[in-house]
């Protein structure tokens, strides 16, 4: 099993692949920019994570890539919206950020409950 380390690194490396994939449009490039640095930081937040020293810090720094998350989406559709890449081309990039967070999402649930006890 791939562990979350390397899924997010994997993750951000597609994120690069897009965006060098993009139009050299100065609208492209300026939506390509926030998706970049969204993106490839997802993997950042993550790795904080495993370095944290309590349960505190970990739902913090994984919570940072929650919010990183979304942003990608948030560009991956205004990206497609604006027809600047086809829909078919970024869904599967779309698929795997919401599974990511699905993990991290269950990630944080089951620190925060171990917190409590």
Same mark, same amino acid.
């Given at each position: 099993m =791939?562990?979350?380390?390397?899924? @997010?690194? *994997?993750f951000?490396?597609? =994120?690069? !692949?897009?965006y060098?994939?993009?139009?050299k449009? &100065?609208? *492209?490039?300026v939506?390509g920019r926030q998706?970049?640095?969204s993106g490839t930081s997802v993997g950042?937040?993550c790795?904080?994570?495993?370095?944290?020293r309590s %349960?505190?810090e970990?739902?913090s720094?994984?919570e940072?890539?929650?919010? &990183?998350? %979304?942003e990608t989406?948030?560009?991956?559709e205004?990206?497609v919206e604006?027809?600047? /890449?086809s829909s078919?081309?970024l !869904?599967?990039?779309m698929?795997?950020?919401?599974? =990511?967070?699905a =993990? #991290?999402?269950?990630?944080?649930k @089951? #620190?925060k409950?171990? /917190?409590?006890?």
């Open positions: =791939i562990s979350l380390r390397d899924r @997010t690194k *994997a951000a490396l597609r =994120i690069v !692949q897009a060098a994939a993009l139009p449009s &100065e609208l *492209a490039r939506l998706l970049l640095r950042a937040h790795r904080e994570a495993y370095r944290s %349960d505190a970990i739902v720094k994984l940072v890539a929650l919010q &990183e998350l %979304d989406n948030y560009w991956l205004l990206i604006s027809n600047i /890449m078919r081309r !869904q599967p990039l698929e795997e950020a919401n599974e =990511i967070t =993990i #991290i999402v269950s990630s944080v @089951t #620190i409950r171990r /917190m409590k006890r």
